[in-house]
């Protein structure tokens, strides 16, 4: 069957340390992988989507990894601060009328 | 701000009982999609819908069903609710196209709904 695992529940880090959060899925060749934050209590944020095609997406401190060959996508936040501390979580969709899957995410935090 | 809103913000209900959740996108997106979170555990997608048709449908039995306005507002309804019925409920507004496809995803702040 498909899954979706995020390495792992929580993440303890430093601040100023670069946080990096692990996306691993099975049974799927997805089209898409977004990586979305969420706070307690509130909907997740989008952040970055990066294509099969791609290997590498940007954003500010924010870096994301696709490997298909690995199954797997890598996200990390350099430089990270305390108001980093959230739940990330991963979501893949396989083709173009599917909707999002989503792992369970990981809780990072980033102590000062 | 998402500029997503849903309320109410938080639900009691008892086992048995019907519920309606109610949803505002944001102006112009036409496609909204539900999605329960228990907790610990990641969104699931329940269904989306398109310019007021349902247009996907993920693992949820029919007690759950949904409505989209014209006004860009959505409804999710469950019926004979159950005590595993409990968890937060999210909808999500995007521009136009199907759920996820490279098409960003704007979350309101959920509904917590606890099923006693």
């Known amino acids: 069957s498909q899954k979706i695992e995020q390495n792992s529940e929580a993440l303890n880090i430093q601040e100023g340390k670069t946080a990096t959060l692990t996306c691993n899925y099975t049974?799927?060749?997805?089209?898409?992988l977004q990586w979305y934050r969420q706070d307690p209590g509130r909907g997740p944020v989008f952040l970055l989507l990066?294509?099969?095609?791609?290997k590498e997406k940007r954003k500010e401190r924010l870096k994301v990894t696709f490997d298909t060959t690995l199954k797997q996508s890598l996200f990390h936040i350099t430089a990270s601060q305390p108001a980093d501390s959230a739940t990330y979580l991963c979501?893949?969709?396989?083709?173009?009328?599917?909707?999002?899957?989503f792992g369970k995410g990981t809780r990072l935090s980033v102590i000062a | 701000e998402t500029g997503v809103t849903q309320s109410p913000t938080h639900l009691i209900k008892t086992r048995g009982q019907q519920v309606t959740l109610r949803c505002s996108s944001q102006?112009?997106?036409?496609?909204v999609s539900w999605y329960q979170q228990a907790l610990g555990q990641g969104p699931q997608f329940i269904f989306q819908?398109?310019?007021?048709?349902?247009?996907g449908r993920g693992n949820f039995p029919p007690r759950f069903s949904g409505l989209q306005f014209p006004n860009y507002s959505s409804e999710l309804n469950v019926n004979a609710l159950e005590l595993d019925d409990s968890a937060l409920y999210l909808c999500?507004?995007?521009?136009?196209?199907?759920?996820?496809?490279?098409?960003?995803?704007?979350f309101g702040p959920g509904t917590r709904l606890t099923v006693l």
């Open positions: 999500a507004s995007s521009l136009d196209g199907l759920a996820g496809v490279a098409d960003t995803q704007y």
């Open positions: 049974n799927y060749s997805p089209a898409y």
């Open positions: 990066i294509r099969e095609n791609e």
């Open positions: 979501a893949l969709v396989r083709s173009g009328n599917t909707p999002l899957v």
């Open positions: 102006s112009g997106h036409n496609t």
């Open positions: 819908y398109y310019r007021e048709e349902e247009n």
